[in-house]
């Protein structure tokens, strides 16, 4: 396994929109475990594949306290959306900033898992949340862009100064 380079924005590449996985081989794999690996070390509770430059619709998450309970969504799509709920919002694309975001509260999604087989998933509160967040970066959109024009500036600015710092 691999730990993966995580894209920071405003990189553009983080507005890529992914193409669908055509067949689940033995590449998605162990890109699928390279990005778990990566997820737990950042570390975080989800990760898409945009965030480490492969512009594919595969994304892991995990919520759990003890970090046991890997999902890992292959060309998921949402086909229901209840509810609202504002929750602060964190992303390893994004590091050190932190803000409020309005999403579905519960969500439906289908997906294929490491085989190749379809199923699908309910899920509510963090766990729905994050998988909206992950599919976003499927789409090329990343949380920053549900803030203000003003915040997103202030973002760019601070992360490019960081970036600057860091040559
Ligand atoms: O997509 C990402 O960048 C991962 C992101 C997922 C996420 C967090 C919060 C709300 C929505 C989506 C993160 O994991 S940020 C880090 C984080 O939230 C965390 C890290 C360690 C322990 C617990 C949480
Ligand atoms: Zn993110």
Do not use: W
Not at 58 to 77: A, F, G, H, M, Y
């Amino acid at each position: 396994m691999a730990l993966l380079k995580i894209l920071h924005f405003p990189d553009p590449r983080l507005h890529l929109v992914a193409k669908p996985v055509a067949a689940v081989d033995a590449d998605i794999r162990q890109l699928a475990a390279d990005m778990a690996e990566t997820m737990y070390a950042a570390p975080g509770i989800g990760l898409a594949a945009t965030q480490v430059d492969r512009h594919v619709r595969l994304i892991v998450v995990d919520i759990s306290e003890e970090k046991n309970r890997l999902l890992t969504l292959i060309n998921p799509r949402i086909v229901m959306k209840e509810g609202e709920a504002v929750r602060e919002e964190g992303c390893l694309s994004v590091p050190g900033i932190y803000d409020k975001v309005t999403r579905a509260e519960h969500i439906r999604v289908d997906a294929l898992d490491l085989e190749g087989k379809p199923f699908q998933l309910d899920a509510v509160g963090l766990l729905a949340v994050c998988i909206q967040h992950e599919i976003d970066h499927l789409d090329g959109k990343v949380f920053v862009e549900y803030l203000s024009r003003l915040k997103q500036a202030r973002i760019r600015h601070k992360l490019e100064k960081q970036a600057r710092e860091a040559m």
